[in-house]
Antibody
């Protein structure tokens, strides 16, 4: 069965960096694109980034473009989100999700919490 | 990248039907049939309920259905059950190659 497990969340000061990881299992990782989606406390879901199955195409929300970088390591079945210049408004639960290849996100992880605070 | 517009809350009694709307623009909802819907319980992973406007993944009850007209997509839940009480989010692929979510609608089963 498909499993996605995020890690790397924690408390970080404004302006600092953090790298999230999402380990995938139960399917052929290299043949699917991967998304990151976040949910600030008490708010709705916000799409963050997408990386294509071959890693060549990357797309970002305006709110994170230039600060966040999505990448993948198919040898480790892992997708990453490098978050630089973090702001208090980046505080959220961050989910990774698989792109279904049918214009949807079909499997999601349980999320990892990022808190940006001095 | 403005969020798609959903009602903040909807409610219905067991057995009734409710519809949640999701309004975007000609650059997202109206551009393609690439709208999907997710059910989200607090503290849990979101669950895909509808993809490509009208399609249900395996295992999703046929009480859940989707539709679209112009820039507005809709999720209908018929035969409401207590376990349907959750937040529901729509999302759409956009002409910029990005994705956008709706603000979410909290469903209360009375």
């Amino acid at each position: 069965q498909v499993q996605l497990v995020e890690s790397g969340g924690g408390v970080v000061q404004p302006g600092r960096s953090l790298r999230l990881s999402c380990a995938a299992s139960g399917y052929t990782f290299s043949t699917y694109g991967m998304h990151w989606v976040r949910q600030p406390p008490g708010k709705g879901l916000e799409w963050v980034a997408l990386i294509s199955d071959d890693g060549r195409k990357k797309y970002y929300a305006d709110s994170v473009r230039g600060r966040f970088t999505i990448s993948r390591d198919d040898s480790k079945n892992t997708v990453y989100l490098q978050m630089n210049s973090l702001r208090p408004e980046d505080r959220a639960v961050y989910y990774c999700a698989r792109d279904s290849r049918k214009w949807a996100l079909d499997y999601w992880g349980q999320g990892t919490l990022v808190t940006v605070s001095s | 990248q403005s969020a798609l517009t959903q009602p903040a809350s909807v409610s219905g009694s067991p057995g009734q039907s409710i519809t949640i709307s999701c309004t975007g623009t000609s650059s997202d909802v109206g551009a393609y049939n690439h709208v999907s819907w997710y059910q989200h319980y607090p503290g849990k992973a979101p669950k895909l309920m509808i993809f490509e406007v009208t399609n249900r993944p395996s295992g999703v009850p046929d009480r859940f259905s989707g539709s679209k007209s112009g820039n507005t997509a809709s999720l209908t839940i018929s035969g409401l059950r207590a376990e349907d009480e959750a937040a529901y989010y729509c999302t759409s692929y956009t002409t910029s190659g990005t994705w956008v979510f709706g603000g979410g609608a909290m469903l209360t089963v009375l």
